[in-house]
């Protein structure tokens, strides 16, 4: 039962280009989350999906980010015209309801560093 | 927005040693969970408390959920070279937005062989 996957590792942009961040949860889940992780800093809530809907973006910032969890395929975690304050690392999280919200399961992260 | 305190920011021990951590927030959460995370990777899930007052072993890690809800520590006994890591607590509400993680800064452990 293969985990929470998250692709690329690691991303190297140049600032004003785009940053796609997949995730696919572990099989049976339809709940993901996104955390953003800045160096030296704990993980902070960036938004929580379900198939098709955005449930909270109450933690991504307004502009410039957005989020989608399809039907069909991973959940995309896109960020245009990146800036260098964009480097960090971004988790998903998936969890198979919401009932038992504690258990969110971490995949391992994609590292973006913005040039 | 709630904030958690986590301390020590790192720690350099010896192997064999015990370690103890904690987590203080400003307001209450009506769950506490401990993560570790490892170089490279994301964070794995150690022990979760759910009630104050609770004590939760998993194997040499022990942690408390406080009675006034508002803190936590994770205890390590006779660390070896393998427990090297990034400690984080996290906090969890309970009503609409219960979903939401909020995290500590880590505590970066060092186990000296």
């Known amino acids: 039962n293969a985990g929470v996957m998250q692709n690329p590792r690691h991303l190297v942009r140049r600032r004003g280009q785009e940053a796609r961040l997949r995730c696919s949860p572990m099989?049976?889940?339809?709940?993901v989350y996104w955390y953003r992780q800045l160096p030296e800093e704990g993980l902070k809530f960036m938004v929580y999906?379900?198939?098709?809907?955005?449930?909270?973006e109450s933690g991504m910032p307004k502009e410039r980010f957005s989020a989608e969890f399809p039907k069909e395929g991973p959940s995309i975690l896109r960020i245009q015209q990146v800036v260098r304050g964009d480097s960090a690392a971004y988790f998903c999280?998936?969890?198979?309801?919401?009932?038992?919200?504690?258990?969110?399961?971490f995949g391992p992260g994609t590292r973006l560093t913005v040039l | 927005g709630q904030q958690l305190n986590q301390s020590p920011q790192s720690m350099f021990i010896q192997e064999g040693e015990d370690v103890s951590m904690n987590c203080t927030s400003s307001s209450i959460f009506n769950t506490w969970l401990w993560y570790k995370q490892e170089p490279g990777e994301g964070p794995v899930l150690l022990i979760a408390?759910?009630?104050?007052?609770e004590l939760t072993s998993n194997g040499r890690l022990t942690a408390q959920f406080g009675i006034t809800r508002k803190d936590s520590f994770l205890n390590i006994s006779a660390s070896i070279p393998s427990d090297v890591g990034i400690y984080f607590c996290?906090?969890?509400?309970?009503?609409?937005?219960?979903?939401?993680?909020?995290f500590g800064k880590g505590t970066l452990l060092t186990v000296n062989p």
């Open positions: 408390l759910y009630k104050a007052g």
């Open positions: 999906l379900q198939k098709e809907n955005i449930i909270d």
């Open positions: 099989k049976g889940h339809s709940h």
């Open positions: 996290a906090g969890q509400n309970s009503g609409g937005s219960n979903y939401k993680l909020t």
């Open positions: 999280a998936s969890s198979p309801n919401r009932e038992i919200y504690n258990e969110q399961f």
